[in-house]
């Protein structure tokens, strides 16, 4: 894919709940990371504007010096959070001449505000969704803190990490949101297999325990083939419902099936790494429409297929018979598990989860958007 090569200047703005990249637990945040490391080694100067705890090739801006939920900070109190938006954006107003274009990172109702920040920007700006939307989802007022901020920025570019997500974002909102297009999420090289694929024995489950992300269903799905499953993951001690969730019905299944079940709590991107390098399958038993699942690219980079339920984005990642399949129940992914395992081209898998998601097509597709907008705004 050929692109314009005159350097791009790239305001790269993300919420300060987690660093970039993260410490263990942030989708977002390594996405975040990923493009920025590689628009640096492409050639473009990019200031990052997050955390203090961020590290960054490129110019690290912050006003928190601490990632929120490092500070143990409510997802409710949204303080902390717009004032790392708001004293962002009255830097790259004040110093606008440093920047071609800005590119905000939308996943969480505190990101709201930036709907108002851009709408007031002379510089070009792009916006990319990362969770569903909409944000706001308080109690008798749905959606509503959604609408208003919306109302500031009507024609805000923005950018879905999948069909599936766009078409969510549009149907659940009802609002006339800007999309310009799908960009998924793209793996840099480090992160893909290098060395022939060895026996695989264990099956695997990644991310933060929450209902919505099956860890359950996993659990079940492994006893039910007989086969170990080794589990990684956070648990967000300040989210009543998760915490419950862990203690009420994961961990009494953990402790009742230690043959079976093996819990290593939060654990680094190395970790994660020789973790899926050694597994049998990814078990994916989600239970909502997740917009990407970055996880799922990650089994794959590493030799390792996804089973999962057919739900968000998922349909999109997953190509049956070649890098996973799909389960309609957790006794149905039980009994996929063998021939998921025995049958699928892991070699071909790694390759083929490059050719589609790559971090130098991610950065390539961007940089077609940004000169799209910068030239339209000229």
């Keep these: 894919m050929k692109t314009n090569k005159v350097t791009l200047k790239i305001a790269q703005v993300a919420a300060p709940w987690f660093s970039v990249p993260p410490k263990d637990y942030g989708g977002t945040e390594t996405v975040i990371s990923h493009l920025t490391e590689e628009q640096v080694k492409q050639g473009h100067n990019v200031t990052l504007f997050a955390s203090g ?9 912050y006003y928190i010096e601490k990632s929120l939920s490092g500070q143990k900070i409510p997802w409710s109190n949204h303080t902390e959070a717009e004032y790392h938006s708001i004293s962002s954006f009255r830097e790259i107003t004040k110093y606008q001449e ?4 800005v590119h905000v990172h ?94 695989r024995k264990n099956l695997v489950w990644i991310g933060r325990i929450t209902r919505d992300k099956g860890t359950k269903s996993a659990i079940e799905a492994a006893i039910k083939a007989k086969m170990k499953i080794i589990l990684a993951g956070t648990i967000n001690s300040y989210v009543p419902e998760d915490t419950e969730y862990f203690y009420q019905e994961v961990l009494p299944l953990i ?22 390098k050694s597994a049998y399958c990814f078990l994916n038993p989600i239970q909502w429409e997740e917009p990407f699942g970055l996880v799922m690219i990650e089994a794959m980079a590493l030799g390792c297929p996804v089973i999962s339920f057919k739900r968000g984005a998922a349909q999109e990642l997953i ?29 071909q898998m790694v390759i083929d989860t490059w050719n589609n998601y790559s971090v130098t097509k991610m950065a390539e597709l961007y940089e077609i958007k940004y000169r799209e907008v910068i030239n339209a705004k000229i």
């Design 106 to 199: 939308l996943s969480s109702a505190s990101d709201l505000m930036l709907f108002k920040l851009v709408s007031q920007l002379q510089i070009p700006y792009i916006c990319t969704l990362h969770s569903r939307f909409p944000f706001d989802r308080r109690e008798n007022n749905i959606s509503l803190g959604d609408k208003y901020y919306f109302s500031f920025a009507e024609k805000t570019p923005i950018i879905a990490i999948s069909q599936k997500a766009k078409e969510d974002a549009l149907i659940t909102s009802k609002l006339p949101l800007n999309f310009i297009g799908v960009i998924p999420h793209g793996l840099p090289e480090s992160c893909f297999l290098k060395e022939k694929v060895s026996e």
């Design 53 to 61: 705890d961020s590290l960054t090739s490129g110019e690290l801006r």
């Design 98 to 101: 440093k920047y071609d274009i």
């Design 255 to 276: 402790e009742a099936n230690t043959d079976y079940v093996e819990y290593k709590g939060p654990i680094s991107n190395n970790e994660k790494v020789q973790l899926l």
């Design 319 to 347: 190509k049956s018979g070649k890098n996973g399949e799909f389960a309609d129940s957790v006794e149905d992914m039980a009994n996929k598990i063998e021939a998921v395992g025995n049958n699928i081209c892991r070699e």
